[in-house]
């Protein structure tokens, strides 16, 4: 009937009345096209910034096709959505944060939304879009990166400075530091409204600080701020640094408000160690799809990295610094399981970095939620982790980093190669690069290189 009513007035349109000449326009439209896309409303904006990117998600009702491209004088990306509004309560024009000034939206033509993003300088973007996840629906996800900071290494951008000079020609011990989500990805919530993503980062930042302050030791934070970091660029990064030991730091939750308890996991690609273990690493993989990553950060990143650990060294030793932070953990509450779980997170997968993730008490337990958010008992869960870190390291310590052995050294003589003075001293040529601060192979006749104690 709609329908029908719709042509006859479409057939008399050229009424003077703008309300009736609009309404007879949308019922042509639905007419000439009758699968077109259901008009959109942009519900909520909302703006991440992260040291090598700036995040705007919009959330739209339904979805809705989008078409992006950037301007300059001033710099700034316009993104026109298809068929779409803006709901009242989303402001037309707001404050941005990092890399983006100002987030506008209007109408473009009688049907179509325009966004702008007011960009700090030359900048780099890209749009995607992700599917209903969580609490999420529709999200049009435009990440804005600098291009000045484009290549500056997300290592170097996160790297906090250790309190003393470590000792000339010794790579420090490098602890990286993963604070679980981030930005769009809040993680699970506390019963009182407590973030994990919050908890997480607050620990993780106290670890860093207790970890810088022990000499040959440094802290890379994989997540510094509120904005979301792939799974596997978080192992990226880890690498990137150098890492010697890889820690993400959670807090769990369940249906059941009663289950409490610390736990520390270690990846398994065989299976979990239990039905809790299986769901927890299923709803920790979901990170990427609620905190949104692109399709190419997904496919070359770590394509290379992705093999099969199970049989590493990596692994015995996530186990063994695994063990030692669990028992720490348990002089301050209370364990979930008194053995190190393993389960499939895909944020455990680097190859060559023993890897252990942290949940540090049950989130959705009253009382637990009340302690996570607490200064003082954040303060003891990082102190408890560190000196499982230390145990671990006191025991097994890198080569590069043996304290007390002095470095021999070798005089370079004519014919010498790096190659052939890393066979003779049974190390490898990356290793005496690194040692020695050498920018590349290339030595010569009189150099001094060092050779580190093995
Ligand atoms: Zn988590």
């Known amino acids: 009937m709609e329908l029908r009513r719709g042509i006859t007035v479409t057939q008399t349109s050229n009424t003077t009345n703008p309300l009736r000449k609009w309404a007879a326009m949308l019922a042509a439209a639905s007419f000439a096209l009758p699968l077109a896309v259901q008009a959109a409303t942009l519900e909520d904006v909302r703006v991440w ?4 990117a700036t995040r705007v998600v919009f959330d739209l009702d339904s979805a809705a096709k989008h078409n992006l491209f950037m301007l300059e004088n001033p710099a700034r990306v316009v993104i026109d959505v298809e068929q779409t509004q803006r709901k009242q309560s989303v402001p037309a024009s707001q404050d941005g944060r990092g890399a983006v000034k100002r987030v506008r939206s209007g109408n473009r033509g009688d049907h179509d939304l325009r966004l702008v993003l007011d960009l700090a300088g030359e900048s780099r973007a890209k749009s995607f879009i992700l599917k209903p996840q969580g609490k999420y629906g529709h999200r049009l996800v435009v990440d804005v990166e600098p291009l000045a900071a484009a290549r500056t290494t997300t290592a170097a951008a996160t790297l906090s400075t250790p309190s003393e000079p470590v000792a000339l020609g010794y790579k420090p011990i490098v602890i990286a530091i993963d604070a679980g989500h981030g930005g769009e990805d809040s993680g699970a919530r506390g019963p009182s409204g407590v973030l994990e993503k919050h908890v997480a980062l607050q620990i993780a ?16 934070l994989v997540r510094d701020g509120d904005y979301y970091v792939g799974l596997r660029t978080r192992i990226a990064k880890a690498r990137e640094a150098q890492a010697d030991l890889f820690i993400s730091i959670h807090a769990d939750a369940f249906t059941d408000r009663r289950v409490h308890g610390s736990s520390i996991y270690v990846l398994s690609e065989r299976g979990a160690s239990s039905e ?17 990553v692109r399709l190419d950060d997904k496919d070359d990143i770590l394509a290379s990295v992705l093999i099969d650990i199970s049989q590493t060294a990596a692994l015995e030793a996530s186990f063994d610094v695994g063990a030692r932070m669990l028992s720490q ?20 997968k680097a190859p060559d970095i023993p890897s252990v993730l942290v949940e540090t008490a049950f989130i959705s337990n009253r009382d637990e939620e009340r302690r996570l958010k607490d200064p003082g008992y954040q303060q003891r869960m990082a102190q408890q982790l560190m000196r499982g870190i230390e145990g671990y390291f006191e025991d097994y310590r890198p080569r590069t980093t043996v304290a007390g052995a002095a470095p021999r050294q070798h005089t370079v003589s004519r014919g010498d190669t790096l190659s052939q003075i890393a066979q003779r ?8 690069r690194d040692f020695n ?12 290189i060092q050779i580190p104690p093995t």
């Open 49 to 52: 910034a992260g040291p090598d």
């Open 205 to 220: 930042r106290r670890l860093a600080k207790l970890v810088d302050n022990k000499p040959g030791m440094k802290a890379v």
């Open 276 to 292: 809790h273990a299986r769901t927890l690493a299923k709803r920790e993989n979901e990170s990427d799809l609620i905190g949104g």
């Open 329 to 348: 953990m348990g002089s301050i509450n209370k364990l979930h399981k008194k053995a190190v779980q393993q389960a499939g997170f895909a944020v455990l």
């Open 425 to 432: 001293y049974r190390t490898s040529m990356r290793t005496i």
């Open 437 to 448: 601060g050498l920018a590349s192979d290339s030595i010569r006749v009189g150099d001094v």
